[in-house]
Nanobody
């Protein structure tokens, strides 16, 4: 069982940066892939980024490539999403997810956090 708690959301001006964190409980965090997803009002939840259990092979959705960076620190049981050059269209609730097997952009991940709100003012 893995429990996930996101933090770091908030209000930022367009062009600014935020760093989201996802703290995981459980001994098996280091064996799980980690992902970040987001959901804006009236829209479906969408994939943002994912990283393997070892921290290698990160990949990103096209809208965030070159601006967002996913990373993890297995010693701290924490995953991160560094978001730079934020745009108003990045505003959403951001969720982290974990899975022992799935490493894809679909929504079939085993564990989800409650989300953290990111608001970007223009």
């Amino acid at each position: 069982q893995v429990q996930l708690v996101e933090s770091g959301g908030g209000l930022v001006q367009a062009g600014g940066s935020l760093r989201l964190a996802c703290a995981a409980s459980g001994r098996t965090f280091s064996s799980h892939a980690m992902g970040w997803f987001r959901q804006a009002p009236g829209k479906e939840r969408e994939f943002v980024a994912a990283i393997s259990w070892s921290g290698g092979s990160p990949y990103y959705a096209d809208p965030v490539k070159g601006r967002f960076t996913i990373s993890r620190d297995n010693a701290k049981n924490t995953a991160y999403l560094q978001m730079n050059s934020l745009k108003p269209e990045d505003a959403a609730v951001y969720y982290c997810a974990a899975d022992p097997v799935n490493y894809s952009a679909d929504l079939m991940w085993d564990y989800w956090g409650q989300g953290t709100q990111v608001t970007v003012s223009s």
